[in-house]
């Protein structure tokens, strides 16, 4: 199946400073990507869906301001989180859909584990 | 509202057979994914169902019936590795996934 990957696999920050994470479809072109959020033993939490060349779409509660979403290419997207806090620490996947992958299905990337201090 | 339900937990024995219900109201329908979480770790895809009927891969089966809004996920000859959490998840109208809470599935020796 097709590849995604994420980086970093982990991160500790502190307080107050932005991450990065990055999103890749390796060997596919991904048309439209997915950033969740999973909290320990609860289900996966969409928190928006992001179509190359344009912006984001946020789930309700999820503040947009503060979780930036790029897709600027068909094998890249990222998601900041600024301004950090410790109630920000979670598992973060972002998963992809696209051309060689089919209508219909998603796949995930490895996740990236945050840990804010 | 959309909605999947499927049991929290679930215990089985090493080399028996298990399954996982999974019930679903959703707005439209285009398809029954089942995922593998390893804690830690983010889901592997298992299986898809758009069709009513079973789907055999392997020791894992996946059933579907649209009319009903069900599914099952079959485990067979469980392994100990096989202990993870079970997602089922379901594309609606606009192909985005609905996601059930997950089974956590337990095998004792």
């Known amino acids: 199946g097709a590849v995604v990957s994420q980086h970093p696999s982990r991160v500790i920050c502190k307080s107050g400073t932005s991450v990065k994470i990055e999103c890749r479809s390796l060997d596919f072109q991904a048309t439209t990507m997915f950033w969740y959020r999973q909290f320990p033993k609860k289900s996966l939490m969409l928190m928006a869906t992001s179509n190359e060349g344009s912006k984001a779409t946020y789930e309700q509660g999820v503040e947009k301001d503060k979780f930036l979403i790029n897709h600027a290419s068909l094998t890249l997207s990222t998601l900041t989180v600024t301004s950090a806090h410790p109630e920000d620490s979670s598992f973060y996947i972002c998963?992809?859909?696209?051309?060689?992958?089919?209508?219909?299905?998603?796949?995930f990337g490895p996740g990236t584990r945050l840990t804010v201090t | 509202g959309q909605n999947i339900d499927q049991p929290t937990e679930m215990t089985a024995t090493e080399g028996a057979i298990v399954q996982i219900n999974c019930t679903y109201q959703t707005s439209g329908f285009n398809g029954l994914f089942w995922y593998q979480q390893h804690a830690g770790e983010a889901p592997t895809f298992l299986s898809y169902n758009v069709l009513d009927g079973l789907e055999e891969k392997g020791r894992f089966s996946s059933f579907l019936s649209r009319s009903k809004g069900y599914s099952y996920l079959l485990l067979k000859e469980l392994q100990m590795k096989d202990s993870a959490s079970y997602l089922c998840?379901?594309?609606?109208?606009?192909?985005?996934?609905?996601w059930g809470a997950g089974t956590k599935l337990i095998i004792k020796p």
């Open positions: 998963s992809a859909r696209g051309l060689a992958g089919g209508d219909y299905e998603q796949y």
């Open positions: 998840a379901v594309s609606d109208s606009n192909y985005q996934l609905i």
